[in-house]
T-cell receptor
Framework: GENVEQHPSTLSVQEGDSAVIKCTYS??????FPWYKQELGKRPQLIID?????GEKKDQRIAVTLNKTAKHFSLHITETQPEDSAVYFC???????????FGQGTRLTINP | EAEVAQSPRYKITEKSQAVAFWCDPI?????LYWYRQILGQGPELLVQ????????DSQLPKDRFSAERLKGVDSTLKIQPAELGDSAMYLC?????????????FGPGTRLLVL
């Protein structure tokens, strides 16, 4: 089955700097890759996603890149703000399998 | 904006007792998922429904866990008997169309503590 590895497990950056979180997946049949943000005690919320026919997608300060050959995708957050502090999860969905496999999560802390 | 509803939000029980969680997906969402999230880890799929049918329950501990979605709308997840290792957050999610990589929207979760 699919396996998703996420790194780093914790990340601390200064406010205004950029943060990058990386995920690798094992099954080349995966074709959908969402990123979720989960604040303490709250539900995971989708912040951005990318499909396998696209290499990069941006939404204001957030971007996701996908390298299908290397089977990895990354979340980029620029001009970080204190409210970006949360746990971020990547996930992968295999076409036809209809289920998401999540990474282990990255706890991002933005230092003022 | 429509959201996935779950209840209760918190549940404390003793081991060997039965517990049940309820989920109401976003209206019109045919696909419903139950996940278990252990503290510090990502959500792990327990069961997936397409309308009232189970699509995937390969990770559901069927000796003690059961799930149903009788009318293809809301769903109940039950644990009987609960064990200490069941302490976790139980998340429900729904999506419009799973086979197209449909976006999954999560509920607030039920945090279970088994004593």
């Amino acid at each position: 089955g699919e396996n998703v590895e996420q790194h780093p497990s914790t990340l601390s950056v200064q406010e205004g700097d950029s943060a990058v979180i990386k995920c690798t997946y094992s099954d080349s049949a995966s074709n959908y890759f969402p990123w979720y943000k989960q604040e303490l005690g709250k539900r995971p919320q989708l912040i951005i996603d990318i499909r396998s026919n696209v290499g990069e997608k941006k939404d204001q300060r957030i971007a996701v890149t996908l390298n299908k050959t290397a089977k990895h995708f990354s979340l980029h957050i620029t001009e970080t703000q204190p409210e970006d502090s949360a746990v971020y999860f990547c996930a992968a969905m295999i076409q036809g399998a209809q289920k998401l496999v999540f990474g282990q999560g990255t706890r991002l802390t933005i230092n003022p | 904006e429509a959201e996935v509803a779950q209840s209760p939000r918190y549940k404390i029980t003793e081991k060997s007792q039965a517990v049940a969680f309820w989920c109401d997906p976003i209206s019109g969402h045919a696909t419903l998922y139950w996940y278990r999230q252990i503290l510090g880890q990502g959500p792990e799929l327990l069961v997936q429904f397409q309308d009232e049918s189970v699509v995937d329950d390969s990770q559901l501990p069927k000796d003690r866990f059961s799930a149903e979605r009788l009318k293809g709308v809301d769903s109940t997840l039950k644990i009987q008997p609960a064990e200490l290792g069941d302490s976790a957050m139980y998340l429900c999610a729904s999506s419009l169309a799973a086979d197209y990589g449909g976006t999954q929207y999560f509920g607030p979760g039920t945090r279970l503590l088994v004593l």
